[in-house]
């Protein structure tokens, strides 16, 4: 440790101690606190303001604009119960501008005499229009005049339990601990290139930002306090990638010898050309896994690009040199539909498949565990049972999983150390049907090499989007109507706001009733996540063959899925998903070369995100710009439809707005790893949660 950096540890108190040490706060807060990450004092000041609201003056009533959040204050002149839907409080207040009304759903009776008993009344909330006209609902107020806030006050991100004026005192009693000099590190002269602003002084104003900052700056995120954190925290993300590319380096794993002669008889077996895309990125593959070091290389292709051909010949590779493949994909009829082909492609070659889900029980689990455990089994397909304790491989030399995004670092870590043997570690190859941006790639997956399958195979057919209201739907079934009776086949997808399984499943169950009433000439299979595999596999059949015309289902058919013939496509509510969810669907279609279409039934009014999305949807068909579309729209936390994901949730750094930045901090994240590792590891502490997670893989 440099001079410098001792001395600094002597005030760096605030990293390690306890936030039970605080005023106020015992177990049970203690306990509700750490949900939320905050466990120490440090955690505390890096629990960062969602946003800011400006109570620093009185706005007069006359002047009140709709959708913004303002101080009011006036003389109460009525306090009543309104009767109608909903039976509510009802508050005029009045100044020399104007009236306002303040509505109150819930409220008690003690509540209620108190403001039919003050006449004056402050209040703090967002301006809508309701029956009354201007209307603010359940605002916060006081009925004593105070002095008005000399600050910006910040808005955090809570939970059940915690409130904001609780989180507002806990940030309160820390800046005061800095302020009698218990600070955070510094991080010494290798952030000077960032100004004079230290993590300190950033730090303190972005909790408690002075009246005279721009409020426009600070919701944007541009103020240099914040762009100063936002620095700080890619490069802790950044810096936990490259341990970890770092890591893999010095692992070992199993140096596969050249392709031979299966590899290319299962090239010649396929009954098609590979692209040059293709070509390239096989070949890519290849040299990762002649190396002594396990490969962990990411394979984005966009839908319908090839990729399961890409995970075909890298299996095979892998059976030539005496060791098994395991493929994990996330759904069960995923999973499947990868056993299915490959089967088809490797039983010629000799290879045997085996496959196993949660639903696998009884005597053809046992069957399948010990095919997999002698090594009779060359290639293992599955869903996450693929990880559990019985699963025991005899010689796994590779780990390719489908859709690598549904996985968390726990279960790739998992299924990774099943095929540990004497200190070598299997390759891995992860794939993706979702595009990712240039700029989340370089940043969220900078432990990975990463290869793109940029061209489609030919023959594929353009697929013509249409977005249509939902008050036009007996005219998108006779459309259906006629398609089906001049052979083609369609799928109807049913979206649903709430998750749960089981209201999806009922949502389709009835929409087929209701299109069997409609269209009782046309043969109609359902398809949803909770029918048996064997179920699944019979309806997909039966549509592959073409005996069901149109199959309902849920977003359960949105990967994995492919029926040639299928040539349209209605997304029921559309709006409620995202732009990569809605183009995996629709890449079920135009799969062959029938002239393809897909039919957006939304239900209108559509908010301004929405119709941003299904307008992308509409002009485009390229995954990468609809996924660059998508980021910009919803961020990296939402993109790919699945929180559970393990992609980062940052706090305050935006990588589409603080782009410019990654080019700095790449090169920081070199420097301070081969001169300053303490430096390095103190910044990982400080922002991410689990960063012993991210170094072990």
Known sequence: MSAYDSAQATLNTLDKEAVLSLKGIGPALGAKL???????????LFHLPLRYEDRTFVTPIGQAALS?????????????????????????????TGRISLRFFHFSKMQQNLLEKTSFLRCIGEVRRGASGF????????????????????????????????IRSLVKQVL?????????RKLGSQFSELGDLDINSAIALVHNPPKEVALSE????????????????????HLSMRLIRQKMLNLKSYPYNKPTSVYKNLIGNFGFELTAAQRKVAVEIQKDMSKATPMLRLVQGDVGSGKTVIAALAAVHSSENLLQT????????????HFLNFSQWLAPLGITCAWLSGKVKGKKRIKELDLIATGEAGVVIGTHALFQKDVIFKDLGLVIIDEQHRFGVHQRLALREKGEINGRLPHQLVMTATPIPRTLTMSLYADMDSSIIDELPPGRSPITTTVIADNRRDDVIDHIESACNKGAQAYWVCTLIDESEVLQCQAAETTAQHLKEFLPKISIGLI????????????????KTGKIQLLVATTVIEVGVDVPNASLMVIENPERLGLAQLHQLRGRIGRGDIKSFCVLLYHPPLGHVSKQRLSVMRESQDGFFIAEKDLEIRGPGELFGSRQSGVVQFRIADLLRDSHMLDRIRNLADNLLKTDRECAQLIMDRWLHQPEILVQV
């Open 34 to 44: 750490e949900k939320v990450g905050i466990r120490t004092l440090q955690d505390v």
């Open 528 to 543: 949803h996540g909770r029918m048996t595999s064997k179920e699944k596999s019979e309806i997909m059949a039966q549509f």
């Open 218 to 237: 600070l919701e944007d995120g541009n103020h240099p306090a914040q762009q100063r954190l936002a620095f700080e925290e890619m490069l802790s993300h």
């Open 176 to 184: 005061d601990l800095m302020n009698q000099g218990r600070v955070l």
């Open 326 to 337: 395991a493929i994990m994909a996330p759904t069960e009829l995923l999973a499947e539909q």
């Open 135 to 166: 209307e603010i609902y359940h605002p916060e107020y006081t009925t004593k005049p105070q002095a008005l806030e000399t600050t910006l006050t910040p808005i955090y991100p809570v939970t059940e339990g915690i409130t904001q004026n609780r």
């Open 68 to 96: 913004r959040q303002l101080v009011l204050e006036g003389k109460v002149i009525s306090c009543k119960i309104a009767f109608g839907r909903r039976r509510s409080l009802v508050v005029e207040l009045q100044d020399d």
